[in-house]
Every structure is written in structure tokens, then in C-alpha cells.
């Protein structure tokens, strides 16, 4: 065996005991590579971004009001269900949840992506006079809709505030079939963001 044979085998043990020693902390990092979260700071206006099922981003975001954060909730919702707009089927879960209505602003679109999202949140947020804000979303999306909402909005100030997802399981996501999904799924859209596809 060649010297570079033997460097190159030893360099492949090390790596296999090192992932098998440090896999917990290498897929942690993995998860909080997709993970921006700030505190919440006093806005003009908290906005929630469509495609959560759960119903953790407007909770979230409807919470925020009630600690006096913001006035307001800016619903953004994509497409419908059952013929129900997604942001009145949001907004109805957080009145049954004992939010008052008039927290939120429903704001109902077409987009199939945050980023063509973030391009109709921006023209409301300036319809409404907004110069600071609060972005509510799912803690797995926090880093990719920053990127996207700072592009998209650079004169407006703005704050990411992660919303929890039990499947995300406070960032071990490799422990349950639905966060490896959600995963694979936002790391794909990471990379596709990173080259604008």
C-alpha cells in the first residue's frame, strides 16, 4: 500500500469514528444552519408567511399583539383549501383560539415561492405605511426568509421571530420521520436560494 493509500484510508477511519462519535452535534449543526430566530422588539406590524398547516406562525404572531409588540397581524396566505383562502382559515384558528379578529389584516396571493411571497408582502407592507416589522415563520425557515425578506425589503427594518414546530423537535430533527422531511426539504430550497433557481 502506497503512502497515499494509507493517508487516505486513515483520513476515511478518522471520519467514520468521528461521525459516529460527534453525529448528534453534526446533525444539530446541520439543523441550525436553516435557523435565524431574533427577540421580538417593539414594530409597525408583525407579518406571519403563508404555508403553515399547524397553525404555529399565526398563534405566534397573534401573541405577539397580545404582549403589545405590534397592533397588527399582516396575513399572508397562498392559494386556498377547499375553496377557503388560507389567510381566513388562519385567521379563524386564531379567534378560536381567543384572539380578537380585529388583530389581523388578511393579505390573500397566489405565490408558489417566499421569495415571489415576500416580493407582495413588501408591496403591502408600503400600501400601509410600514418602516419596521416583525416576520413570523417556522424556526426551520427563519435563515432562508431572511435572506429573501432583506433582498426583497432592504430600506425596512425588520426583525425574525421562529414560530414553533413539534416535528422540528426543538432542533432534533433527525429523530422523527417528519423533521428529516422538513429538513431535506428546506436545506433543497437553502441550496436553490443560494443559486436564485
Known sequence: MTNARRLW?????????????????????????????????????VVTLAGDATGHRILEAAELVRQGYAPKVLVS??????????????????VRHGYPPEYFIPMQHHSLSTRDEARDIAANLEGLGVHRFLLVTSLYHTARARRIMVRTVPRLTFRVVGSNYPHWNRGYWWKNREGQKIWLSEAAKTVADFFRI
Open 9 to 45: 484510508a486513515a483520513i476515511l477511519v478518522v471520519s467514520i469514528v468521528a461521525a459516529g462519535l460527534f453525529h448528534n452535534q453534526i446533525l444539530w449543526a446541520m439543523g441550525a444552519m436553516l435557523v435565524y430566530s431574533e427577540a421580538p422588539e417593539h414594530a409597525d406590524i
Open 77 to 94: 396566505g397562498a392559494g386556498t383549501t377547499y375553496g377557503i383562502p388560507q389567510s381566513r382559515l388562519e385567521i379563524d384558528l386564531a
